[in-house]
């Protein structure tokens, strides 16, 4: 499966910043998804990140609070902008097998906490 | 109602007994059915994933899967202290995957 390197592993933010998260594979994915897991929650997709074309987000997230890069089949960037504390969250990037059952593998996750 | 349900937890099993995890789902167009542990602090790892009727196994986990009745069942048998984690049911329906609240479980020595 493939190997994702995410970065940065945590950060600490103020208020009204913006932070962008990488997601590097290390081979080409058609399909490659953010999620966004919640002290003591589980993961809610925010977006799918298209190559080559805007991403499709899930209802409740919009590109200008999570704007999202795709440049190539190996590369996205997730920015979170404008944060507040209820943005404190772990961010995961994914991406999906070439099957058809489309099985996701994480990268290790962003942990990020708004101060 | 939410898109995918799972027993609500935490669910404790002594050592060496059956855990038994349950799914239903909403989406009748949903195609492929997928349990994943996740360790605390950790990102969620695939157990195993099902997308026909039926049961399926792998080691000590059992997936069965009931399309009619749209539920989704994971069985671990001979549970160790090690397989307490929380488990995520998860679903896909088209080119997307929606994860469910989980099910924390704790295997007691």
Do not use: H
Request: hydrophobic share 35%.
């Amino acid at each position: 499966s493939a190997v994702i390197s995410q970065k940065p592993s945590r950060d600490i933010c103020q208020r009204g910043t913006s932070l962008t998260i990488q997601c590097q594979v290390d081979s080409q994915v058609t399909m490659m998804f953010w999620y966004r897991q919640q002290p003591g929650q589980s993961l809610t997709l925010i977006a799918t990140a298209n190559q080559g074309s805007e991403a499709t987000y899930e209802s409740g997230f919009v590109i200008d609070k999570f704007p999202i890069s795709r440049p190539n089949l190996t590369f996205s960037t997730l920015t979170v902008s404008n944060m507040s504390p209820e943005d404190s969250s772990i961010y995961l990037c994914s991406v999906a097998s070439v099957s058809g059952a489309n099985v996701l593998t994480f990268g290790a996750g962003s942990r990020l906490t708004v101060l | 109602q939410k898109e995918v349900e799972q027993n609500s937890g935490p669910l404790s099993v002594p050592e060496g007994a059956i855990a038994s995890l349950n799914c239903t789902y909403s989406d009748r167009g949903s195609q492929s059915f997928f349990w994943y542990r996740q360790y605390s602090g950790k990102s969620p790892e695939l157990i195993m994933f099902i997308y026909s009727n039926g049961d399926k196994e792998d080691g000590r986990f059992t997936a069965q899967l009931n399309k009619a009745s749209q539920y989704v069942s994971l069985l671990i048998r001979d549970s160790q202290p090690s397989d307490s984690a929380t488990y995520l049911c998860a679903v896909r329906p088209y080119d997307k995957v929606i994860f469910g609240p989980g099910t924390s479980l704790s295997v007691i020595p």
